[in-house]
């Protein structure tokens, strides 16, 4: 992505998986990106239609699976629904990982 799209800093905790006592997440990565807050409706990777509030354009190896806890610039906290490669191919439109939030 270039750097001028780059207007927002988000914190993201990536969800690595579950234990006896609950998520476990990573440690807290600065995420630099372009933040689109608005309301639409998406599926989420079980199938399920729910609704974003939410959605950043990252750099492609941004780290976001889904159920990873995100704090946004404003302190909100939030969740990842799903996170959607945009990869370009080779054509000159900007490569971005697509983190849908709740």
């Known amino acids: 992505m270039p750097s001028f799209l780059l207007r927002h800093t988000v914190v993201v905790e990536p969800f690595v998986g579950n234990s006896s006592t609950g998520p476990l997440y990573g440690p807290a990565v600065e995420v630099r990106g372009l933040l689109e807050q608005k309301t639409r409706l998406i599926r989420s990777p079980g199938g ?21 806890r995100v704090r946004l610039p404003d ?8 996170a959607v490669r945009q990869d370009g191919g ?9 983190v849908q939030l709740q």
């Open 48 to 68: 399920e239609e729910v609704t974003s509030s939410s959605t950043l354009r990252a750099p492609l190896e941004t780290v976001a699976p889904a159920k990873s």
């Open 75 to 82: 302190g909100r906290r939030t969740t990842v629904i799903a």
């Open 90 to 98: 080779g054509l000159p439109v900007p490569d971005h990982l697509e």
